[in-house]
């Protein structure tokens, strides 16, 4: 059994995540509401403090990122930084910061977005980040410390979402979230590092 500290496990994808995380100690964190630890990852001090607070810990699991919708030719300089400091340097602090507690061996998975392949109108700053993850993932799996490992999970819009993304999503498939639960359990569980593990239809 591991110790797994569940970043956004409130939330849907959180959800989904926690279906394929059973046979370990999942602590929860999130912004808000009824969770072991609050957190935002926009605020390098709170990540910090996390961790401290957790204490020893197997593996870290991310499913939040703030995302700002709009046409890009309306896209603010305020609407991408927020983007990027939740999608993308809250992700990259995680782990930043991440890897100097957990354990020897652990294990780190993001989460991207299968808009950066698939793109749709409106959502330029989520496809762009969520590439940004996929590369960094890729990239940083060579310049791990002490043999912890890193994957992303890049999932299309699940099932239990469907009614909030589908009418941007013409043409998509969603998948359930006990499938995507599976790719968590797949970057937490085996051996793989520095992959971007797909769910889609």
Avoid at 177 to 194: N, P, Q, W, Y
Wanted: charged share 20%; proline share 4%; with cysteine.
């Amino acid at each position: 059994m591991k110790t797994v500290i569940l970043i956004g496990a409130l939330g849907k994808m959180g959800q989904a995540a926690l279906s394929g995380l059973g046979k370990h100690k999942v602590i929860t964190a999130g912004r808000s509401g009824n969770v072991d630890h609050i957190v935002d990852i926009t605020n390098e001090q709170s990540i910090e403090e996390l961790y401290t607070k957790v204490g020893h810990f197997d593996a870290v699991v991310n499913t939040v990122g703030v995302c700002e919708y709009a046409p890009f030719v309306d896209m603010t300089e305020a609407q991408w930084m927020t983007t990027v400091m939740s999608k993308m340097m809250g992700q990259i602090n995680l782990v930043r910061i991440g890897q100097k507690y957990i354990a020897d061996g652990g294990s780190f998975t993001l989460i991207s977005g299968i808009l950066n392949v698939k793109p749709i109108p409106f959502a330029i700053a989520d496809a762009t980040t969520s590439g940004a993850i996929d590369t960094f993932v890729k990239c940083v799996a060579y310049e791990m410390p002490r043999n912890t490992r890193i994957n992303v999970v890049n999932p299309t819009v699940l099932t239990e979402a469907w009614d909030v993304y589908g009418e941007m999503m013409p043409g998509f498939e969603p998948v359930p979230g006990k499938l995507v639960g599976k790719a968590f359990e797949r970057s937490v569980d085996g051996f793989i590092t520095g992959e971007v593990i797909f769910v889609d239809a």
